[in-house]
């Protein structure tokens, strides 16, 4: 088999640097090769380094410290390195062929390609992961979070000041394998969405609500209908691309972003028309939008159109229920005044009629 070192991180062999990072600055000691190097000190000297056989060795085994676990082995008792453990358990669970790998961008060097030097050297071939996916970095106001900095917040602390809807928000706007900035900036868009979501499903709710008696069970389509529903088509081909390259889902949310924005455009241009929007492609959009989201996890599968009304939004009964036969009855009520007015065409009712169009 052609084995070589590093296939993730080339580049670091050697770098005593990516070395420290890549160990963790919060461990006591790193071990390289026999040298017992204290976190931080990277200032070791040229005879020292010479002391290694090779700068790509790294410890298979540890000599046990005072209340660690200890092993026989022909080095004394010890206990196996970082390294070795992972690799051991995935190879007893998974065998000697994985397909997907998972773990933080900072474990590719040294931990993970250590695991891959361990696992192909024992089983004798020169790909032991198909595919590895590294997960970006989360940062707080853009600097590692950590305590000593006085930046480090808990999920139930985050949760205190958005809602959860929110934080997926957050998360869904970023690519899975870039850093993530949590923010004032971050968490402003989070909400700039999740605001722009909601009044889109409560005006399509409005408009899906009631079908006034003037609606027909078939409706001729007019160019706006056709200019949206091409734009509707359009976008779904961009969000099935964007979810094919890498789980984009960022550039989904974009699209289904612009999507909406044409939609409201639509049902305004519908009314300076004095006309109703075509309610068949509105629930098509509410319901493709709603399913999305589901998928993404923003909306529970228990929900109908839209984000549920409960406080919890662990489900949509509960307050939409309770609300749904008063709503349904002012509908109505605004359909028949409509109807009404543009019967009269002037006086009163046409009036209460264009005032009715502005409210709803």
Same mark, same amino acid.
């Given at each position: 088999?052609?084995?070589?070192?590093?296939?993730?991180?080339?580049?670091?062999?050697?770098?005593?640097?990516?070395?420290?990072?890549?160990?963790?600055?919060?461990?006591?000691?790193?071990?390289?090769?026999?040298?017992?190097?204290?976190?931080?000190?990277?200032?070791?000297?040229?005879?020292?380094?010479?002391?290694?056989?090779?700068?790509?060795?790294?410890?298979?085994?540890?000599?046990?410290?005072?209340?660690?676990?200890?092993?026989?082995?022909?080095?004394?008792?010890?206990?196996?390195?970082?390294?070795?453990?992972?690799?051991?358990?995935?190879?007893?669970?998974?065998?000697?062929?994985?397909?997907?790998?998972?773990?933080?961008?900072?474990?590719?060097?040294?931990?993970?390609?250590?695991?891959?030097?361990?696992?192909?050297?024992?089983?004798?071939?020169?790909?032991?992961?198909?595919?590895?996916?590294?997960?970006?970095?989360?940062?707080?106001?853009?600097?590692?979070?950590?305590?000593?900095?006085?930046?480090?917040?808990?999920?139930?602390?985050?949760?205190?000041?958005?809602?959860?809807?929110?934080?997926?928000?957050?998360?869904?706007?970023?690519?899975?394998?870039?850093?993530?900035?949590?923010?004032?900036?971050?968490?402003?868009?989070?909400?700039?969405?999740?605001?722009?979501?909601? *009044?889109? &499903?409560? =005006? +399509?709710?409005?408009?899906? !609500?009631?079908?006034?008696?003037?609606?027909?069970?078939?409706? $001729?389509? #007019?160019?706006?209908?056709?200019?949206?529903?091409?734009?509707?088509?359009?976008?779904?081909?961009?969000?099935?691309?964007?979810?094919?390259?890498?789980?984009?889902?960022?550039?989904?949310?974009?699209?289904?972003?612009?999507?909406?924005?044409?939609?409201?455009?639509?049902?305004?241009?519908?009314?300076?028309?004095?006309?109703?929007?075509?309610?068949?492609?509105?629930?098509?959009?509410?319901?493709?939008?709603?399913?999305?989201?589901?998928?993404?996890?923003?909306?529970?599968?228990?929900?109908?159109?839209?984000?549920?009304?409960?406080?919890?939004?662990?489900?949509?009964?509960?307050?939409?229920?309770?609300? *749904?036969? &008063?709503? =349904? +009855?002012?509908?109505?009520? !605004?359909?028949?005044?409509?109807?009404?007015?543009?019967?009269? $065409?002037? #006086?009163?009712?046409?009036?209460?009629?264009?005032?009715?169009?502005?409210?709803?």
């Amino acid at each position: 088999p052609n084995h070589s070192y590093a296939k993730l991180v080339p580049e670091a062999v050697g770098n005593l640097d990516a070395l420290v990072e890549g160990e963790g600055g919060s461990i006591r000691r790193i071990y390289w090769e026999g040298l017992e190097l204290f976190s931080g000190e990277l200032s070791v000297s040229n005879e020292r380094l010479k002391e290694k056989r090779n700068e790509k060795d790294f410890a298979l085994w540890k000599a046990s410290k005072p209340g660690e676990p200890e092993w026989d082995s022909p080095w004394g008792k010890g206990r196996p390195g970082w390294h070795i453990e992972c690799s051991v358990m995935s190879c007893d669970i998974l065998g000697s062929k994985i397909d997907v790998h998972t773990g933080g961008v900072d474990l590719k060097f040294p931990h993970h390609d250590n695991e891959i030097a361990q696992a192909e050297a024992h089983y004798k071939h020169d790909q032991w992961v198909n595919y590895f996916l590294h997960s970006g970095h989360l940062t707080i106001e853009g600097c590692k979070m950590s305590k000593s900095l006085k930046n480090f917040i808990t999920i139930k602390e985050a949760l205190g000041r958005y809602t959860s809807r929110q934080l997926r928000f957050a998360f869904l706007l970023h690519a899975w394998n870039a850093t993530l900035d949590y923010g004032t900036n971050t968490m402003q868009e989070a909400e700039q969405i999740e605001k722009l979501f909601n *009044e889109f &499903f409560l =005006t +399509a709710k409005n408009l899906l !609500r009631y079908q006034g008696a003037e609606n027909e069970a078939f409706v $001729k389509w #007019g160019s706006l209908d056709k200019d949206l529903n091409a734009k509707f088509l359009s976008k779904k081909s961009l969000v099935h691309e964007a979810l094919c390259d890498s789980i984009d889902t960022a550039s989904a949310l974009n699209e289904m972003r612009d999507l909406v924005k044409e939609t409201n455009i639509y049902i305004g241009s519908c009314r300076q028309a004095s006309r109703d929007p075509n309610q068949s492609l509105i629930k098509s959009i509410a319901n493709y939008a709603t399913n999305l989201l589901k998928i993404f996890g923003v909306i529970p599968d228990d929900s109908t159109i839209g984000f549920p009304l409960s406080a919890t939004g662990s489900t949509s009964a509960g307050m939409e229920a309770v609300a *749904e036969p &008063f709503v =349904t +009855a002012l509908a109505r009520f !605004r359909d028949d005044v409509r109807i009404v007015a543009r019967k009269e $065409k002037g #006086g009163s009712m046409s009036k209460l009629g264009a005032w009715i169009d502005v409210v709803s």
